[in-house]
């Protein structure tokens, strides 16, 4: 078991400085803080002392947070995931949600992407897309643009019918979760790698054929 830090102010050419252990600072990095003079540097030793028995990890990480942290972690553990992973991946949702995007400026960006895959027609529809929805509703914030609103703007801008009603809502839906394609054109990458590796498998297969046809014929 590793021995508990002590946190006992030692005189450098800086002043009076306590050293605090990189396992227990929120940085995950060692620091170092220093005081003009030595009470000063004991005093926030013993703070830290008192800290560090109750379980406060670098002054942020109270008991009741080490167990959740731990519960956490035994959740995670099968799948392979780590509790700052998840915190970043939670954060990133987060953030999506609250981003202050509006709708036309996801619009155009989809755009931009789309223009090179998409079809001429499904392109041509994307350009009704202010004529389906109005202003107002293009220059909302995504993360205020919920189901029911949309719904209700649709039907105001003339779908009545179920049929137009669910075909608009498909190219709104588009919209809205629009991602670039990155994690499109990474795949295209490995496919093409896919295809050099069975190109020379079957080249390898046509040499091999070719010298056994010679070696028959010179039999």
Sequence with gaps: MPRSPKFDPVETSRGWMV???ANITSEGKRVRKFFPTESEAKKFGA????????????????????????????????????IMEAAKWCLAQ????????????????ALLDGESHWSAIYLKDMGKLENWTGKAFMD????????????????????????TLEHRLRYVSTILNFKPRHRKEKRIAIMSVGQAVNSFVLAKRKRNDGRRRCWFSQG
């Design 94 to 109: 987060l953030g999506e949600a609250a981003s202050p995007e509006t709708f036309r400026e996801r619009y155009e960006r």
């Design 47 to 82: 703070t830290l002392r008192t800290k560090y028995r109750i379980g406060q990890r670098g002054g942020h990480i109270s008991h009741e947070l080490a167990v959740m942290a731990g519960a956490a972690e035994a959740l995670l553990e099968p799948h392979g995931v780590s």
């Design 19 to 21: 050293s605090i252990p």
């Design 140 to 163: 909302t914030k995504c993360a205020l643009l919920k189901p029911t609103m949309i719904v209700e703007t649709l039907r105001d801008q003339g779908a009545k019918a179920r049929s």
